[in-house]
């Protein structure tokens, strides 16, 4: 009796798993066939420095043009080939396309900083600087120092001490790099000392709240102490108010991005958006006053 129900469960069972198991891979090809097609695109997110009142550079950010359900974002497709090779090919277009969008603001004369977000899969890859290597040398005119991959710093990054060789041999290279979401992994701290990034990006879970939460705000004024301690650079992300802006740089924080400076827009639309940009007369007072 036990065994035939037991058959019946297994049964079941597989032809759940089996299914499961067609959907994530219809779903990868979908996506594979997406990046073959041409329908992944950029958007860019401004990062702007507040007291210089300035654009600092552009958060490139992926999207998928689908055909049926419009513009898709990375959170909806990402995930399910982040640990595949899928998500190397990826990577690997998304640095080519940032840089040559790069190269297109450079000729109009906006020297601006492109920074890309690198899976932790793509980044352990064996050829990584290698193949980084051989990009760059697509874009003779771009400055490899004009770019700067983000580590999303919750990603399980399996041997520090590879991370770290494959770190320093891409800043020889010129590039440079960002821990994201910075506080909201459980290895903040053996990241923030083992890896040699330059530059620690507040998650934006803790600015959001923190003109309200002041557990929020210790946390953010902490790791802009922490950044400040290990000589690496600080922004924030979520700044969704002018007030989230100018609190940041009296604590000490003059980069921030989020969709109080502007949203994620596509490559074509930055140009005007940038020519039209004016600093906030709140930032300007913050700017005035002591640092807190
Ligand atoms: P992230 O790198 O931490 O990017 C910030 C995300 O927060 C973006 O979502 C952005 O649109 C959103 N955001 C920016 N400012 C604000 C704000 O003020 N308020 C709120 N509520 N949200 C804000 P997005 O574009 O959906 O990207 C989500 C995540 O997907 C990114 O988080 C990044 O981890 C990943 N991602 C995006 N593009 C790529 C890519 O090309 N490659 C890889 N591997 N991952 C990517
Ligand atoms: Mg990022
Ligand atoms: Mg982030
Ligand atoms: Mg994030």
């Known amino acids: 009796q036990a065994k035939v129900r037991g058959r019946g ?4 069972f597989d032809a759940d798993l089996d299914q499961q198991v067609r959907t994530h891979h219809n779903r990868r090809t979908e996506v594979r066939e997406a990046l073959e097609a041409g329908e992944l695109l950029l958007y860019y997110q401004p990062k702007m420095d507040m007291r210089q009142g300035r654009i ?6 992926l999207r998928w043009r689908h055909p049926k359900r419009g ?3 990375p959170l909806d497709f990402l995930p399910i080939v982040e640990h595949t090779e899928l998500i190397a090919d990826i990577g690997e277009w998304v640095m080519r396309q940032a840089l040559r969008q790069l190269d297109a603001w450079r000729r109009e004369g906006r020297e601006w900083m492109v920074s890309v977000n690198v899976a932790a899969y793509h980044l352990q890859r064996a050829d990584f600087v290698e193949r980084l290597q051989s990009i760059l040398a697509e874009f003779p005119a771009v400055p490899p120092q004009r770019l700067e991959l983000e580590i999303l710093e919750s990603s399980a990054l399996r041997d520090l001490a590879h991370v770290r060789a494959t770190i320093l041999a891409c800043q020889q290279l010129g590039v440079s790099f960002a821990l994201d979401d910075f506080g909201t992994g459980y290895s903040s701290m053996s990241y923030l000392k083992r890896l040699p990034a330059n530059v620690l990006k507040i998650d934006q879970g803790f600015v959001r709240n923190m003109l309200e939460d002041r557990d929020d705000l210790h946390l953010v004024n902490a790791v802009i102490g922490l950044a400040r301690a ?16 100018a609190l940041l740089m009296r604590l000490g924080c003059d980069l921030a991005q989020g969709y109080g400076i ?3 827009m596509p490559g074509e639309a930055v140009g005007a958006w940038a020519d039209g940009f004016v600093v906030s007369p709140e930032w300007q007072a913050a700017a005035q006053l002591p640092p807190l």
């Not at 469960?9 to 079941?12: E, G, L, Q, S």
């Not at 600092?56 to 950010?61: D, H, I, K, R, V």
């Not at 922004?235 to 007030?243: L, M």
């Open 71 to 73: 513009i898709v974002g």
């Open 230 to 245: 290990f000589g690496r650079g600080v922004i924030a992300e979520g700044v969704e108010t002018v007030a989230h802006g």
């Open 262 to 264: 502007a949203r994620p």
């Open 9 to 12: 469960t297994v049964h079941f």
């Open 56 to 61: 600092f550079g552009m958060e490139a950010l």
